[in-house]
């Protein structure tokens, strides 16, 4: 069945998700499994081969349906059941799909499966459920267990589903969604019929989903099929803003990075710039790199994301690692902050001296721009899953060209806030250099310390920042 078009809506879990939930019906003589699945724009993008079978573009309701029956199939042979220690085999009693609107003009999908299986004509048993994998996609996993006509007496299953069958995520739940892949109950006779409202399942809806208000305009780009020189230039300049906002938001680190590697040291806006292309190129080829994957209909993308976060966090880490030791190394050693090659600030024997280029502090904890160009390729090797939906998204409208152009602009605006934040660190550098030029007294010694410490404190913000990506990374791929 296809679903009335609505509002596009990004999916909380992000669009590379296959959210799935199992409701179970314990009744005397049957067990009945309420099985449902929300796959993301990437998934549904990546089934459209499978549905599409006459090759005209359009998804029919016989399509559909013949794809929900194959589909509903899997999910049965895939799911596991025991009663009373013997293994049962679920089977497919009805199977529907739905699509509906998602970002950059991509559809989602919703299946909906109904399976059955035999139980004790009593209503006595005791079951073990075993959710299907799947394509081992991440995504929001839940199982419910109720009775009719019978009293479960021991359930490790709540009752209700939170999402109310996926249609409803709650915000709270969104950064550790459930897990719930198998499920162990006792059932008894006795207890209230279900009545038909309870069995009958709440009609599903898109609601608002996850994504800010600024990935949803990037990604909407795309919808429109009609491209005017106006509106592309529009258009243009929106993705380019965006891939700005995009540095900012939180929990990227982006901008942080590149902060703290322009404050570690002698930083020179060539190092700035390179920190920022970098960033862009590595983003930029990944965006590319992953839609051509989902183009060829592979099921590794997921995996490929969340073991690039890994990489990611681990070359960081790694950064801040080496940067972290050699500040403390030269720190023990006393060098590095009272030498006379370049810089002007208090020495330890109770002057102080200006020399040459005072104007320009020189840490010897400055990565290098190799280091530099490390950190960038880090910082811009996990690609931006609306980027990514962006291309893939025009690419399907046939207008892949705008695509890429949409993606360059908004490694451009990317580039452009990096490079900010970095020249902003330098010239703060350079300010705190001339302030300990000019100072005397208490404020000074303030200022004195504070740019000893410095190199440390940098390099233990790309450190710490490091280990935070690592393990993000790892609990997505392994969770």
């Given at each position: 069945?296809?679903?009335?078009?609505?509002?596009?809506?990004?999916?909380?879990?992000?669009?590379?998700?296959?959210?799935?939930?199992?409701?179970?019906?314990?009744?005397p003589?049957?067990?009945?499994?309420?099985?449902?699945?929300?796959?993301?724009?990437?998934p549904?993008a990546?089934?459209?081969?499978?549905?599409?079978?006459?090759?005209?573009?359009?998804?029919?309701?016989?399509?559909?349906?013949?794809?929900?029956?194959?589909?509903?199939a899997t999910?049965?042979?895939?799911?596991?059941?025991?009663?009373?220690?013997?293994r049962?085999?679920?089977r497919?009693?009805?199977?529907?799909?739905?699509?509906r609107?998602?970002?950059?003009?991509?559809?989602?999908?919703r299946?909906?499966?109904?399976?059955?299986?035999?139980?004790?004509?009593?209503?006595?048993a005791a079951?073990?459920?075993r959710?299907?994998?799947?394509?081992?996609?991440?995504?929001?996993?839940?199982?419910?267990?109720r009775?009719d006509?019978?009293?479960?007496?021991?359930?490790?299953?709540?009752t209700?589903?939170v999402?109310?069958r996926?249609?409803?995520?709650?915000?709270?739940v969104l950064?550790?969604?459930?897990?719930?892949?198998s499920?162990?109950v006792?059932?008894?006779p006795?207890?209230?019929?279900?009545?038909?409202?309870?069995?009958r399942?709440?009609?599903?809806?898109?609601?608002?989903?996850?994504?800010?208000?600024w990935?949803?305009?990037?990604?909407?780009?795309?919808?429109?099929?009609?491209?005017?020189?106006?509106?592309?230039?529009?258009?243009?300049?929106?993705?380019?803003l965006?891939g700005?906002?995009?540095a900012?938001a939180?929990?990227?680190?982006k901008?942080?990075?590149?902060?703290?590697?322009?404050?570690?040291?002698?930083?020179?806006?060539?190092?700035?710039?390179?920190?920022?292309?970098s960033?862009?190129?590595?983003?930029?080829l990944?965006v590319?790199?992953?839609?051509?994957?989902?183009?060829?209909?592979?099921?590794?993308?997921?995996?490929v994301?969340?073991?690039?976060?890994v990489a990611s966090?681990?070359?960081?880490?790694?950064a801040?690692?080496?940067?972290?030791r050699?500040?403390?190394?030269?720190?023990?050693?006393?060098?590095?902050?009272?030498h006379?090659?370049?810089?002007?600030?208090p020495h330890d024997?109770?002057?102080?001296?200006?020399?040459?280029h005072d104007h320009?502090p020189?840490h010897?904890?400055?990565?290098?721009?190799?280091g530099?160009?490390?950190?960038?390729?880090?910082?811009?090797l996990v690609?931006?899953?609306?980027?990514?939906?962006?291309?893939?998204?025009?690419?399907?409208?046939?207008?892949?060209?705008?695509?890429?152009l949409?993606?360059?602009?908004?490694?451009?605006?990317?580039?452009?806030t990096l490079?900010?934040?970095?020249?902003?660190a330098?010239?703060?550098?350079?300010?705190?250099?001339e302030?300990?030029?000019?100072?005397r007294?208490?404020?000074?010694?303030?200022?004195s310390a504070?740019h000893?410490?410095?190199?440390?404190?940098?390099?233990?913000?790309?450190?710490?920042?490091?280990?935070?990506?690592?393990l993000?990374?790892?609990?997505?791929?392994?969770?």
């Open positions: 069945m296809l679903a009335p078009a609505g509002a596009a809506h990004a999916h909380p879990l992000g669009n590379f998700t296959v959210s799935q939930y199992d409701g179970l019906t314990v009744r003589g049957e067990l009945r499994v309420d099985h449902v699945e929300d796959l993301a724009e990437i549904a990546q089934q459209k081969d499978r549905i599409d079978r006459n090759g005209d573009g359009t998804a029919d309701r016989a399509e559909l349906a013949a794809w929900a029956r194959e589909r509903c999910a049965a042979r895939g799911s596991g059941l025991t009663v009373d220690g013997r049962e085999r679920p497919s009693a009805s199977a529907t799909a739905a699509t609107p998602g970002q950059a003009g991509l559809p989602t999908l299946l909906e499966c109904r399976m059955t299986a035999r139980l004790p004509s009593d209503g006595r079951l073990r459920f959710a299907a994998e799947g394509d081992g996609a991440p995504g929001w996993r839940e199982i419910t267990a009775g006509r019978t009293r479960l007496i021991a359930s490790d299953a709540p209700e589903s999402s109310r996926l249609t409803t995520y709650p915000r709270d950064a550790s969604p459930p897990a719930r892949r499920a162990a006792r059932a008894v006795g207890g209230p019929a279900l009545s038909d409202a309870a069995e399942p709440p009609a599903g809806s898109v609601l608002p989903r996850g994504a800010d208000r990935t949803q305009a990037l990604t909407g780009l795309v919808a429109r099929h009609h491209l005017t020189p106006a509106f592309a230039a529009l258009a243009l300049a929106t993705a380019l965006l700005a906002l995009h900012l939180p929990g990227h680190g901008t942080m990075m590149a902060a703290a590697a322009a404050a570690g040291g002698r930083s020179s806006r060539r190092d700035v710039l390179a920190l920022g292309l960033v862009t190129v590595t983003h930029t990944g590319f790199a992953l839609g051509a994957l989902i183009a060829a209909g592979s099921a590794a993308a997921p995996s994301v969340a073991w690039l976060g966090g681990a070359l960081v880490a790694g801040g690692a080496v940067l972290l050699r500040a403390l190394r030269m720190r023990r050693n006393g060098h590095g902050y009272g006379s090659h370049g810089h002007s600030h024997h109770g002057h102080d001296h200006e020399h040459g320009h020189h010897p904890t400055r990565p290098g721009l190799r530099i160009v490390l950190l960038g390729f880090a910082g811009g690609p931006s899953p609306s980027a990514v939906v962006v291309l893939v998204g025009a690419a399907a409208l046939g207008q892949a060209w705008f695509g890429f949409l993606v360059v602009a908004y490694g451009a605006g990317l580039a452009g490079a900010a934040a970095g020249l902003l330098v010239r703060l550098t350079l300010r705190l250099g302030q300990l030029v000019k100072g007294g208490a404020g000074a010694r303030l200022l504070a000893r410490l410095a190199p440390v404190g940098t390099a233990a913000v790309v450190l710490l920042l490091g280990c935070g990506l690592l993000k990374g790892a609990a997505t791929t392994l969770g």
